[in-house]
């Protein structure tokens, strides 16, 4: 049984950092995009950052751009999002997801949800301000 398990999660003043990370089991992901994605209260979830799985390439929403920095730990088949600056729209809970199948494009990235095949129950983001 696939699993994707995100950790990391809580409450952090405005401007502070927070790390998550997303552990798989159940197959490795070495060789598939990876993303995170997020559900503020209210409102649909919605793309934060993708990895390709060549590790280099990414693609991150702009309201993130120069503070989230996606990675990943193939050898530990996890992949993180450092936060950095988080501010009061940070506030969501962040999930970790997997594209199914591999691309054999080692660049390939993708911010569309529906590409995604696994998700994990998410995390909680709570940044007061």
């Known amino acids: 049984q696939v699993q994707l398990v995100e950790s990391g999660g809580g409450l952090v003043q405005a401007g502070g950092s927070l790390r998550l990370s997303c552990a798989a089991s159940g197959r490795t992901f070495s060789r598939n995009v990876m993303g995170w994605f997020r559900r503020a209260p209210g409102k649909e979830r919605e793309f934060v950052a993708a990895?390709?799985?060549?590790?280099?390439?990414?693609r991150y929403t702009d309201s993130v751009k120069g503070r989230f920095t996606i990675s990943r730990d193939n050898a530990k088949n996890t992949v993180y999002l450092q936060m950095n600056g988080l501010k009061s729209e940070d506030t969501a809970v962040y999930y970790c997801a997997a594209v199914g199948d591999s691309r054999p494009n080692s660049y390939y990235v993708t911010a569309d949800k529906t590409q995604y095949n696994y998700w994990g129950q998410g995390t909680q983001v709570t940044v007061s301000s």
């Open positions: 990895l390709a799985w060549n590790g280099v390439s990414t």
